[in-house]
């Protein structure tokens, strides 16, 4: 059997436009969870669904060596990270990501993001207004080089780089060219700091990710390549502070949905399902890729060896046949949500362990929790006049205005 497949030479023009919107719209024409398109002059299989979903993570059929391009892997991915490995060396790599999310650790991180958040909202009360998006990442990268046990050296530079590092990958012309000279920059600083812990002339707290990361060993007994282990500390610093980006999607629908904000002040809705909703709602990663491992069947459709394939994470969060009125933002839908892990998948879906899910979704969701707290019962703010709209093809996207707040003042104890 034929795969439902669109006409034409090249989709790439269409993808750009279309955006996060681009695979859902043609799974709704084609009516199928699975579909063959053209993107940079190439074959692209688009999947989508939750079937689509645990078959996209059966890693006997898909794998992720050679499948990133080369504009990601220089600027979001750094080279050698573990988005890049397979099998035994992905499950190596990964062990080392995961042992450091404990509760414990997660306790930690949550203390240290609360006091950036009082420290910062000490500065906004002096100020005429404060942009959300720019202060949030300084808050999160403080906070995420203290729980990583990285010495931060000149705090404004460092967290452009780590900004630039997100912001450019789809980006054309200077701006992605900014993406990958600040990707040199922040893995020579830290390859810098991994070679001295090694030379014992640094001592970072033994918990951290510097720590576990310069002395971790991989599935052969060998050390990582110091460059290696510097771009898997960025691979926990850089996301950190990409979470700006969901802070100021809260925000945004805390002054959207004031019906919701109200609830969560008066303890009547949770914070939890409100940042579960704004992760579903709110666009942030449109697919994830990887390629045909070998030739196989499903459904009746040929997958050919080598065949790039796309995961719809966008489509999958407002797929009608998963989510009950998909663009409403509702976050008690959460209250009977059955915790499948291939419906919600704005951090990947799947196995934390085994496969690619996102290593840092209980980070993520512990931040923005911290964070929305504190936007709800800990702040009081104006939002004035500005441009909130956000486009569904820049990625990532995000308030147009960044989230200006103004007559910033803490909340008496
Ligand atoms: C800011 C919000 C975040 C979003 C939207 C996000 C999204 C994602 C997505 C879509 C993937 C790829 C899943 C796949 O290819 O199957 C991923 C992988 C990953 N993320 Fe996140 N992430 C976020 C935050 C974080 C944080 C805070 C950390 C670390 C503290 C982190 C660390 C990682 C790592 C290490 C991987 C690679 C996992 C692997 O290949 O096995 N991410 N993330």
New binding site residues.
Partial sequence: MSMPKEEGLDHSLAFLKEGYEFILHRRKSFQSNVFETTLLGKKAICLGGKEGAELF?DSDKFM?AGAAPNRLVKTLFGEGG??T?DGEQ?HNR?SM?MSIMTRTQLQKLDKLIETEWMHASERWEKADQTTLYDESQLILMKAACAWAGVPLDDEEKRTEQMRHLFESPAAIGPSHWQGRVSRSGVDEWISNLVEQVRRGDLHPIQEGALYVFSWHRDANGELLPKEVAAVEVV??LR??V??S??IAFAALALHQFPEEKERLKKGDGSIHRFVQEVRRYYP??PA?MAKVKHDFEWQGYQFKEGTMTL?D?YGNNHDPHLWEQPDLFRPDRFLDWEESPFDFI?????DFHM???????W??IQ?MEVSVDYLVNRLQYKVPDQDLSYSHSSMPSMPKSQMILSHVRKVPD
Avoid: D, S, W
């Avoid at 704005?346 to 799947?350: A, K």
């Avoid at 496969?355 to 979704?361: L, S, T």
């Fill in positions: 993570y992720r573990v988005q490995l992905h990964k990501f691979n926990i996301p950190i990409a979470i980006i969901y942030f990663f994830t995961l994470l704005p951090q990947g879906g799947g496969g690619h899910r996102c290593a840092g979704e980070v993520t931040v």
